[in-house]
């Protein structure tokens, strides 16, 4: 295996840039390829999507940028990840700082994300100490209390005392969202932000992401399952099947006129307007398992236009028009 | 055949509260009323739908049809017989006749048993069955559910989240039952496993012509699977109808939030956070703390109207009533 590839110069003027992303999950006896070759961009004030099911590589990918990916069992054996132009995955001095102000991250699961000992207040004046440590107490008070205010929790000071464990679901996903704004961080991940919650609830979240994202106009990179969330609030759209980006392009246009035939199943697996339409057109078969992937394009045991090229060779993403891209040999 | 086979009137299950040691708490705060006079009825070959939210009251309400918790009050008939929970042979007979697919597929199966034992299971006579006439209705069982024979001999952690389903299902349809009730049973599963399960319970009931309790959180899967619906909010139906006429003409404003703040290809990009959702409210109207339309006679608790097409739980479509209070007033 090649050693990664050292700091590159002209990392772009996108605010985050991935190219050849490849990453290893290496056990006492198999090697895993999580992430094979995953190239993602991000630019100023643009909204993301990457969207998979499960084994994808889309949450990897979100731990991979932000730098909290265990190595080991994973290791990271080529690419380079870019933020303002900079190489921060091989970055070791703690010079450039970028977590905190320039990428933030909020998680799935809002209860394992905050810490159960701390009061709400106390996790809060900790997120703003890093980000800005010479403010004063009076101060800080007044920033933290902004904050919740703007996640539109009513009973600031309320919140503000109680633990974790003591709030709705909701409520905690709102604390997190607080907790990032104070930073004002450049580039915002997402990582399945509404999962698990109700849906009057996984709605106001939602709207409440991209008001404030129109406030401190950052960038956003959503990590989801959910195409109809993914549909809703993105620019542009990485799909990922296998550890790949097999297709991309502006949302829109992926969703009306899909080119890889995993987007398309995909897209028709959503279940949209009444029963007596029909059955949902997907083809049996489940995402592979790493461990075992199929030869050629993974995706050929579930595609129906499926060729001979499919089931031998690997087919690599390549540029089509208007900014789309695609891995499949059905476009070649 | 238009006749329900299942009717259940003012069901209600109330489960005890936790007390703190030296607390006497009166009568009536010992008590929590999970599901609040339920009614709704199914007929053979239907799909309900039962769409809420967390504490909802949506798994106690499947739990309760087949018999795991004995609910306070209730009006159960099952192809025209009374049900009587302190009964065992009615109990028996509810559980002949309803088979359930729980959530959590990791969760409901034995993981030390082989798929084949664990249909079996299904079957309330297997010993009196010759192992060759087991072994047949085991395999028909699988083929129904689209299950390949290699898997009967395998254990439930060699198989994927999908095949873990077909495998619940298996089981039940084995007993011959006549209704299932799925809780939530796809909502564990990747997108295009869903879908596939979704396909193969569509052909199932047009195969079997059974009957399906359809609970999930999901409105876009409710949509597409259900013949009629009911909304479920803190332990009661706010309103119940036909899955077309609740989706296009949603009456009560509980169901309408539902329906807006639900995604789809084709949503609007705006959504009005408008008012704020509150606790659900113990006297009178229970969606009140949370609801847009709330006016004076929201206090009460409202009886259920019936608007032709839909059951409706909400004060708005009693005119008389409204009339006399004056108009809807601003929260």
């Known amino acids: 295996m090649s050693a990664p590839t050292s700091h590159r110069d002209n990392l772009g003027t996108n605010l985050l840039e991935v190219r050849d992303l490849t990453v290893n999950f290496e056990t006492v006896d198999r090697i895993v390829e999580v992430l094979k070759d995953v190239s993602i961009r991000v630019g100023r004030e643009e909204v993301v999507g990457v969207v998979g099911e499960s084994g994808s590589g889309k949450s990897t990918l979100a731990q991979t940028v932000i730098g909290v990916l265990d190595t080991p069992p994973a290791r990271i054996t080529k690419g380079t990840v870019g933020f303002e132009g900079k190489e921060i995955l091989q970055r070791s001095d703690k010079k450039i700082n970028f977590r905190g102000k320039g990428i933030n991250m909020i998680f799935q699961e809002p209860l394992t994300s905050l810490n159960p000992v701390y009061s709400v207040h106390d996790q809060m004046e900790e997120a703003v100490n890093i980000g800005e ?5 009076k101060e800080k008070e007044t920033v933290i209390r902004k904050s919740l205010r703007e996640v539109m929790i009513r009973d600031v000071e309320g919140v503000l005392n109680v633990y974790p464990h003591q709030l709705s679901g909701g409520m905690r996903q709102r604390v997190s969202i607080a907790m990032v704004l104070v930073q004002k961080p450049k580039l915002l991940i997402l990582d399945e932000p509404t999962t698990g919650l109700d849906l009057i609830v996984q709605r106001k979240i939602i709207s409440l992401i991209l008001n404030l994202k129109k406030e401190i106009l950052s960038s956003i990179l959503l990590i989801t399952h959910d195409l109809e969330v993914a549909a809703y609030m993105c620019d542009r759209v990485y799909v990922m099947y296998a550890g790949r980006v097999v297709e991309s392009g502006n949302m829109k246009e992926v969703l009306q006129r899909p080119l890889h035939p995993y987007t398309t199943m995909l897209k028709n697996s959503v279940p949209e307007g009444y029963a007596k339409e029909g059955s949902l057109k997907v ?9 075992h992937l199929p030869s050629g394009c993974a995706f050929h045991p579930r595609c129906q236009s499926a060729k001979d090229e499919c089931r031998s060779k690997i087919p690599e993403l390549k540029a089509k028009k208007d900014g789309r891209e695609v891995a499949c040999w059905l476009y070649e | 055949m ?11 299950v109330q489960f005890k509260k936790k007390t703190k040691l030296f ?7 010992k008590w929590k009323r999970v599901l609040d006079s339920i009614s709704f009825s199914i007929k053979q070959g239907e799909t309900f739908g039962i769409v809420g939210e967390t504490g909802s009251g949506k798994t106690t309400l499947a739990r309760t049809l087949v018999g795991i918790y004995r609910p306070k009050e209730y009006r159960i008939k099952l192809n025209g017989k009374q049900i009587d929970f302190r009964k065992r042979e009615d109990i028996l007979l509810l559980r002949k006749n309803i088979g359930i697919v729980f959530q959590d ?15 079996s299971e299904g079957l309330p006579d297997q010993q009196r069955l010759t192992d060759e006439q087991l072994g047949k209705k085991i395999k028909e069982a699988s083929e129904l559910v689209e299950l390949p024979e290699s898997k009967l001999e395998a254990y439930p952690t060699e198989l994927s989240g999908g095949e873990k389903q077909r495998v619940s ?3 039940t349809l084995i007993g011959g039952k006549k209704i299932l009730v799925l809780d939530e049973p796809t909502s564990s599963l990747d997108v295009s496993i869903q879908a596939q399960i979704l396909n193969l319970l569509i052909g199932l009931k047009n195969e079997l012509s059974i009957s399906y309790i359809f609970i999930t959180h999901d409105l876009n899967v409710i949509k597409f699977m259900c013949d009629r619906v009911a909304v479920l909010y803190y332990g009661q139906i706010l309103e119940q109808g036909n899955t077309h006429e609740i989706f296009e003409r949603p009456r009560h404003p509980y169901t309408a939030d539902l329906i807006g703040a639900n995604l789809s290809f084709t949503s609007s990009s705006e959504f009005s956070v408008a008012h704020e959702s509150g606790e659900p409210s113990r006297e009178g109207c229970i969606y009140q703390n949370s609801c847009g339309k709330r006016y004076t006679a929201c206090e009460k608790s409202p009886p259920i109207f019936d608007l032709g097409k839909s059951l409706v739980k909400c004060w708005l479509y009693d005119y008389a009533e409204k009339s006399r209070a004056g108009s809807p007033r601003e929260k």
């Open chain 2, 105 to 119: 597929p990791v969760g409901s199966l034995n993981p030390r048993v082989t798929v084949s034992e664990i249909i």
């Open chain 2, 169 to 171: 299902l298996a089981r």
């Open chain 2, 2 to 12: 238009n006749e329900p086979i299942l009717e259940v009137e003012n069901l209600t």
């Open chain 2, 23 to 29: 607390q006497s708490a009166g009568d009536e705060d």
């Open chain 1, 133 to 137: 440590p010479k403010m004063e107490k």
């Open chain 1, 283 to 291: 083809s049996s078969g489940a995402p592979p398992d790493l461990r």
